[in-house]
Every structure is written in C-alpha cells, then in structure tokens.
Nanobody, 125 residues
Framework: QVQPVESGGGLVQAGGSLRLSCTASIFDDYALAWFRQAPGKEREEVSCISFSGSMTHYVDGVKGRFTISRDNAKNTLYLQMNNLKPEDTAMYYC????????????????????WGQGTQVTVSS
C-alpha cells in the first residue's frame, strides 16, 4: 500500500518514552520523514532519514531526545521518542520524500506519499 500506516502513539507522562512505527510498500525507494501537527498549529517536519540511512536530521526541539531509523527489509520507519515533553503532544505522520533529500537538511522536503491517519501522541505534565 502506498498510503503510510502509522502506529505506536499513546498517552504518556512527561519524561516517558514512545516508539512510533510506520509502514508503506514503497518506503525502500525513498528518503523518509516524520511530521507532526499540534492543535491549532501547522504541520511541521520533525525528523528525516536519507535513502541510504546514513544521514539523519532533526528539528531543534527534539535533538538529543528523538531517534529516527528505518528497516528497508520491512519497509518500516521508526521514531524512538525519549524524555517526552508536553510540547511534543501532536498527531504524528510519516511520509516518503524525494530520494535525494535529507542529505544536508530537514528543510524543503517534498512528500511523495499521501498523508496517513497519523498516530496521536499525548504527553501529560
């Protein structure tokens, strides 16, 4: 299936951890990214991983806390989120992006897959 399917969200206390997963049949052909949208805010990039998996980038607010990884054999993208904060509360989405992207920056990603349903992450204080 081309539309990503996200999972792994939930309700956690501040300082807790979650691991998000996302699958789509075409993931092994693209760079991949996680996005999030908090209530009343625009959707933003959170992290991306290059096609080869050798390069990763993060938005400033999650550096040192989140880790993106991919398993091409399973066409699956992951986001390990540690030391979660209330400001991480959002709906999280994943997407394939242009294969050449996410080599030097997380900015300007061009999404190649439709949005999935997302997975809700709620962090209580």
């Amino acid at each position: 299936q081309v539309q990503p399917v996200e999972s792994g969200g939930g309700l956690v206390q501040a300082g807790g951890s979650l691991r998000l997963s996302c699958t789509a049949s075409i993931f092994d052909d693209y760079a991949l990214a996680w996005f999030r949208q908090a209530p009343g805010k625009e959707r933003e990039e959170v992290s991306c991983i290059s096609f080869s998996g050798s390069m990763t980038h993060y938005v400033d607010g999650v550096k040192g806390r989140f880790t993106i990884s991919r398993d091409n054999a399973k066409n699956t993208l992951y986001l390990q989120m540690n030391n979660l904060k209330p400001e991480d509360t959002a709906m999280y989405y994943c997407a394939a992006v242009t294969r050449s992207e996410c080599k030097t920056t997380i900015r300007g990603l061009h999404r190649m897959t439709p949005w999935g349903q997302g997975t809700q992450v709620t962090v209580s204080s």
